[in-house]
């Protein structure tokens, strides 16, 4: 029998190499953008035409290649970063692998112009699918300009999986601002279809930060500064207020390298306990500075894997670092009367009001005698203030006020009623409730009780309307009816980068849902008009970042641009939980519920109500 087993051709084995390295359009970004690192770039400049299908090009100021370097830059396994095994531990650059521009040549049409400083002509070649196609002598600036075009143009199934070119773009600026981060001393600068994106000049973190996610940002900021003999912690830190319900504003470096790491995002976590609403991520980046023989980062061809030697121990140097950030900022929880705290529902109430000031009058007659006399228990008048309103928080506790409590007195009932109590039913053909009606009731201020025939609804109320005004934008923008309120002063907002960057994409779609939105230069915008269903809000340029926020939240999914922006939309002006309604509201709530094409799911996969059966309830209490 004839042997089987065979070496694969060089082009082949490129293309296989190319499905691990190269996923997307910014893998190619990302790789050489940190060979342009390696080669001690002072400035290096993107250009993105189509999100990277059509050209992604890297010009650079670094130290260039000779013509053999250049050629054996696109042989696997050759690289000028390790030169034996040992060399694995001690890793300061960027790359190490050697495989990069080779998996690129072989997906590609790459061009190459390079220049060391003291030749005086530099080297040009053409290579298209691992395939050297020319190479010559050619004029060009010192350092190296590489274009990649028609990524995957011989590997048709895997452009084919590329995602729209929203998607595709919001990853090569990830990617982008990524290694800004890691490398503030280098002018960066990205253009994308002949628009300039990013203009980063060389200086501090903090006007990095400020260049990347805009002039905001900078009050948010709280620096770590944390130095060991093991490891040396620095960066940034946001303000828990300004956290946000997506993850893409959080950035560990190690050694200048971004990583990604659950452990170590669970340290951050833990330090900012309390102090974040649920299901909201504090802006954080973080730099490790450490030993390479401490750590190992050939573990993933993406290289954003990475191990320690003692993971534990820089789990807990980060949330030690992170917990006196907090606390030397004064961003820790402190108890503070005058900040005028609500503790409860209920005692800032009118006889709370009367209770207090009852208080006072006794307090003030109980102490006439010792007016202007001097005491060993004297005090100053803030903490006589805070001691005061300490009493007056307690006082009145056991009592009930029938006007202003809502919570029932012990030993009386409290009954809770809705508009569809006793003969009131779910009428399953028409999909609506029979009169008559009682009123509903809302229960911790999220949710509405609605007592129906067989037992009673209870209804999320921010899933409800989150279907509501899902249905309604949707429909708003296919049928282009939707209604806009003019503003008398048309508002002009600055957006970050990124964020501009997609909203220019997905104006024509955001103006169908009642928006008038006008670009005013490079990231600035008009708004002229807001839709007249949304509440109003002072702060139109937050509700956009809102919008914007779950949009891209949402980017990664299979779904068009009108229904992607329609979930952003209805999740950004929903009803929250923890929201008053009065019965009115959840009335109407309710009846438009009940009117949508699918009114048992919100947008997001959440029920909107949930079913409870008398039958059932019986034989949970026993009966």
Same mark, same amino acid.
């Given at each position: 029998?004839?042997?089987? *087993?065979?070496?694969?051709?060089?082009?082949?084995a490129n293309q296989i190499a190319a499905g691990e390295?190269?996923?997307?359009?910014?893998?190619?970004?990302?790789?050489?953008?940190?060979?342009?690192?390696?080669?001690?770039?002072?400035?290096?400049?993107?250009?993105?035409?189509?999100?990277?299908?059509?050209?992604?090009?890297?010009?650079?100021?670094?130290?260039?290649?000779?013509? =053999?370097?250049?050629?054996?830059?696109? $042989?696997?396994?050759?690289? /000028?970063?390790?030169?034996?095994?040992?060399?694995?531990?001690?890793?300061?650059?960027?790359?190490?692998?050697?495989?990069?521009?080779?998996?690129?040549?072989?997906?590609?049409?790459?061009?190459?112009?390079?220049?060391?400083?003291?030749?005086?002509?530099?080297?040009?070649?053409?290579?298209?699918?691992?395939? *050297?196609?020319?190479?010559?002598?050619?004029?060009?600036?010192?350092?190296t300009s590489t274009s990649v075009k028609n990524l995957?143009?011989?590997?048709?199934?895997?452009?084919?999986?590329?995602?729209?070119?929203?998607?595709?773009?919001?990853?090569?600026?990830?990617?982008?601002?990524? *290694?800004?981060?890691?490398? +503030?001393?280098?002018?960066?600068?990205?253009?994308?279809?002949?628009?300039?994106? #990013?203009?980063?000049?060389?200086?501090?973190?903090?006007?990095?930060?400020?260049?990347?996610?805009?002039?905001?940002?900078?009050?948010?900021?709280?620096? !770590?500064?944390?130095?060991?003999?093991?490891?040396?912690?620095?960066?940034?830190?946001?303000?828990?207020?300004?956290?946000?319900?997506?993850?893409?504003?959080?950035?560990?470096? !190690?050694?200048?390298?971004?990583?990604?790491?659950?452990?170590?995002?669970?340290?951050?976590?833990?330090?900012?306990?309390?102090?974040?609403?649920?299901?909201?991520?504090?802006?954080?980046?973080?730099?490790?500075?450490?030993?390479?023989?401490?750590?190992?980062?050939?573990?993933?061809?993406?290289?954003?894997?990475?191990?320690?030697?003692?993971?534990?121990? *820089?789990?807990?140097?980060?949330?030690?670092?992170?917990?006196?950030?907090?606390?030397?900022?004064?961003?820790?929880?402190?108890?503070? #009367?005058?900040?005028? !705290?609500?503790?409860?529902?209920?005692? +800032?109430? /009118?006889?709370?009001?009367?209770?207090?000031?009852?208080?006072?009058?006794?307090?003030?007659?109980?102490?006439?005698?010792?007016?202007?006399?001097?005491?060993?228990?004297?005090?100053?008048?803030?903490? =006589?203030?805070?001691?005061?309103?300490?009493?007056?928080?307690?006082?009145?506790?056991?009592?009930?006020?029938?006007? +202003?409590?809502?919570?029932?007195?012990?030993? $009386?009932?409290?009954?809770?009623?809705?508009?569809?109590?006793?003969?009131?039913?779910?009428?399953?053909?028409?999909?609506?409730?029979?009169?008559?009606?009682?009123?509903?009731?809302?229960?911790?201020?999220?949710?509405?009780?609605?007592?129906?025939?067989?037992?009673?609804?209870?209804?999320?109320?921010?899933?409800?309307?989150?279907?509501?005004?899902?249905?309604?934008?949707?429909?708003?923008?296919?049928?282009?009816?939707?209604?806009?309120?003019?503003?008398?002063?048309?508002?002009?907002?600055?957006?970050?980068?990124?964020?501009?960057?997609?909203?220019?994409?997905?104006?024509?779609?955001?103006?169908?849902?009642?928006?008038?939105?006008?670009?005013?230069?490079?990231?600035? #915008?008009?708004?002229?008009?807001?839709?007249?269903?949304?509440?109003?809000?002072?702060?139109?340029?937050?509700?956009?970042?809102?919008?914007?926020?779950?949009?891209? $939240?949402?980017?990664?999914?299979?779904?068009?641009? =009108?229904?992607?922006?329609?979930?952003?939309?209805?999740?950004?002006?929903?009803?929250?939980?923890?929201?008053?309604?009065?019965?009115?509201?959840?009335?109407?709530?309710?009846?438009?519920?009940?009117?949508?094409?699918?009114?048992?799911?919100?947008?997001?996969?959440?029920?909107?109500?949930?079913?409870?059966?008398?039958?059932?309830?019986?034989?949970?209490?026993?009966?």
């Amino acid at each position: 029998m004839a042997d089987i *087993i065979q070496l694969l051709p060089d082009s082949i084995a490129n293309q296989i190499a190319a499905g691990e390295v190269i996923q997307r359009p910014a893998s190619v970004v990302k790789e050489l953008m940190e060979n342009s690192i390696d080669a001690g770039s002072s400035s290096i400049k993107l250009i993105v035409k189509d999100a990277g299908k059509t050209l992604l090009q890297i010009i650079d100021d670094g130290c260039g290649m000779s013509e =053999t370097d250049a050629r054996m830059s696109f $042989e696997r396994h050759a690289t /000028s970063k390790i030169r034996n095994a040992k060399d694995l531990f001690a890793i300061r650059t960027m790359g190490f692998r050697g495989e990069a521009m080779a998996s690129i040549a072989a997906i590609a049409q790459v061009e190459l112009k390079t220049r060391r400083q003291a030749d005086e002509l530099g080297v040009k070649l053409l290579i298209e699918g691992s395939e *050297i196609k020319k190479q010559e002598a050619c004029q060009c600036p010192a350092g190296t300009s590489t274009s990649v075009k028609n990524l995957f143009f011989n590997v048709p199934a895997r452009r084919n999986f590329l995602k729209s070119d929203t998607v595709e773009m919001r990853h090569i600026l990830d990617e982008f601002q990524r *290694i800004a981060l890691a490398n +503030t001393d280098i002018f960066f600068s990205l253009h994308h279809n002949g628009n300039e994106i #990013f203009h980063l000049p060389a200086g501090k973190l903090r006007q990095r930060i400020v260049g990347i996610f805009g002039t905001t940002s900078n009050k948010h900021l709280v620096p !770590v500064e944390e130095d060991t003999d093991i490891i040396k912690l620095s960066g940034y830190i946001g303000k828990p207020e300004f956290a946000k319900k997506t993850r893409g504003t959080q950035f560990f470096f !190690v050694n200048n390298r971004f990583i990604k790491s659950n452990y170590l995002n669970h340290a951050i976590m833990s330090a900012y306990e309390e102090l974040l609403q649920k299901g909201t991520y504090p802006f954080y980046a973080i730099y490790i500075d450490i030993d390479p023989k401490r750590i190992d980062i050939n573990v993933h061809p993406t290289k954003q894997e990475i191990k320690f030697d003692d993971e534990r121990l *820089i789990y807990n140097y980060l949330k030690v670092a992170v917990r006196h950030a907090l606390g030397t900022n004064a961003i820790t929880p402190t108890l503070d #009367f005058d900040q005028n !705290v609500n503790f409860a529902n209920g005692i +800032t109430g /009118s006889k709370s009001t009367k209770q207090s000031q009852a208080y006072e009058t006794k307090s003030s007659k109980g102490n006439a005698s010792n007016v202007g006399r001097p005491s060993a228990d004297a005090t100053s008048p803030r903490d =006589t203030n805070n001691l005061k309103n300490w009493k007056n928080l307690y006082e009145g506790l056991d009592q009930f006020d029938p006007e +202003t409590d809502e919570t029932a007195p012990e030993g $009386e009932s409290l009954t809770i009623e809705s508009k569809w109590a006793e003969s009131g039913s779910l009428d399953d053909e028409t999909g609506s409730f029979s009169s008559p009606q009682k009123k509903s009731y809302q229960i911790h201020a999220s949710y509405i009780v609605s007592n129906i025939k067989s037992g009673f609804l209870l209804i999320d109320q921010q899933s409800a309307h989150e279907r509501i005004l899902f249905e309604q934008y949707l429909n708003a923008m296919k049928n282009k009816d939707a209604v806009s309120q003019k503003e008398l002063f048309p508002k002009t907002i600055t957006l970050p980068a990124a964020d501009a960057t997609v909203l220019k994409e997905i104006i024509p779609e955001v103006n169908k849902l009642g928006f008038e939105i006008q670009e005013f230069g490079k990231n600035d #915008f008009v708004i002229h008009a807001v839709p007249a269903n949304v509440p109003k809000v002072a702060d139109q340029q937050a509700m956009l970042e809102k919008l914007l926020e779950q949009y891209k $939240e949402n980017i990664e999914l299979k779904l068009d641009i =009108t229904e992607n922006i329609a979930r952003a939309m209805a999740r950004s002006s929903s009803i929250k939980r923890g929201q008053k309604l009065n019965p009115i509201e959840m009335k109407e709530l309710i009846d438009r519920l009940f009117a949508c094409e699918v009114p048992y799911k919100s947008p997001f996969g959440r029920n909107c109500f949930i079913t409870y059966d008398l039958e059932e309830l019986d034989r949970q209490f026993g009966g």
